[in-house]
């Protein structure tokens, strides 16, 4: 059963950090897509940064350019988005997902949530000015 664990939200002060984590169980990484996702009450979920393996690429949501990065960590069965310079815009409770199989590119995923196939559950990041 593929299951996806997420963790690390919390509060923080504008300028601050945070990285949050997500555990994987059921299956193994690569050759995926990976990525992260938020949202906010009232908005359509935004696609922040994913990863695929059929173009390589990373695939950054303009808003968060430079302050946000998406890692992984194989062994662990574990990715992670490091966030710095957090600004309370980007309040939001936040999601992980996966494609098991990647059939499109990275910037597909992330505008296209409906194309991940699992997703984990949500962990809050509250940023205050």
């Known amino acids: 059963e593929v299951q996806l664990q997420a963790s690390g939200g919390g509060s923080v002060q504008a300028g601050g950090s945070l990285r949050l984590s997500c555990a994987a169980s059921?299956?193994?990484?690569?050759?995926?897509?990976i990525g992260w996702f938020r949202q906010t009450p009232g908005k359509e979920r935004e696609g922040v940064s994913c990863?695929?393996?059929?173009?390589?690429?990373?695939f950054y949501a303009d808003s968060v350019k430079g302050r946000f990065a998406i890692s992984s960590d194989n062994a662990k069965n574990t990715m992670y988005l490091h966030m710095h310079s957090l600004k309370p815009e980007d309040t939001a409770v936040y999601y992980c997902?996966?494609?098991?199989?990647?059939?499109?590119?990275?910037?597909?995923?992330?505008?296209?949530?409906?194309?991940?196939?699992?997703w984990g559950k949500g962990t809050l990041v509250t940023v205050s000015s």
């Open positions: 997902a996966v494609a098991l199989v990647a059939n499109y590119a990275s910037s597909y995923y992330c505008q296209h949530s409906g194309s991940m196939d699992y």
């Open positions: 059921g299956f193994a990484f690569g050759d995926r897509a």
């Open positions: 990863i695929s393996d059929l173009d390589g690429r990373t």
